[in-house]
């Protein structure tokens, strides 16, 4: 599997993420889907101390102990939080940051994170303090690298204009192409790198597209209405060649830009992960496909948080 570099850090990372949230509590099963894919090729795990309240840190923590400089590892802070009471409070200090790392690396069992992340972020944040607070751990060797996941396009440009982050992520696929009018040209000028969160879009871009959409997208989903969603799927499939999947077009999908560094995708399961792997991924859209693709769906805009 290829590997990206991360913003302007000496970090690669594999071209396919594995989202942790959804691994569960159970150890054994945990640490073979990690296992499963570190041997695929995938050598970048994301987690975020939130994830089942510290739990999901120190699950990935004894699955990769022995595998350590195998992985490219990358947690999530912020969110100040109780373990025994279940509740937190969005928190971006300075001091809770610096707490919050120091909780991570020994949940997580290691002495440095390769990438961290803020999770989540308002421009009423004190975000010159989170910056500071980024920016003495990367300088102690706490962190290699830090970055922000948000969905907010005038909260990323704030940390584009004031930091030295390496990379954003944000939600981004063929159902929600909302980056691409604010956001990846704005990180690509800027060398800043894109991890694609939600590629799959709740599984709704899946191999079991149809079926997720009468549970997911009963609703509608962002501005698409049920019956849009439906007929999208239709048309998608209609342009699947022999041996060709939903997951795999939908993945190169956000592949195709080229500040976008790696899709994330979630997973409960070995054959949920085999579902997104057993691709060639040495091969990308064709230009053509990819007009096809942004013809099918709507390059719909965000009504808040717009770039000021």
Known sequence: MRKNK???SDIMISELTLGCMSLGTEQKEAAR???????????????????????????IGKAIKEKRNQIILT???GNHFNKETKD???DPSKEYILQAVKHSLQRLNTDYIDFCMLHGGTLEDPISETIEAFEELKKGGLIRA???????????????????????MTQYSLLDRRPEEEVLGLLQKNDISVLSRGPLAKGMLSNQAEKLIDVKGKEGYLDYSYEELKSINQKLSALLQDNQYMNEIALKYVQKHP?????VFGASSVEQIQENVNFDFTKSLTDETYEELQQITNAIRYDKHRIL
């Open 6 to 8: 991360l913003g302007k």
């Open 33 to 59: 889907m990690i296992d499963y894919a570190i041997d695929s090729g995938i050598n970048h795990l994301d987690t975020a101390d939130l994830y089942d309240f510290g739990l999901n840190e120190e699950i």
């Open 75 to 77: 947690t999530k802070v």
């Open 88 to 90: 937190w409070f969005w």
């Open 146 to 168: 830090y970055g922000i996941s948000s969905i907010r396009p005038n909260v990323i440009q704030e940390f584009v204009k004031h930091s030295s982050i390496d990379g954003v």
């Open 259 to 263: 500040t976008v560094a790696s899709a």
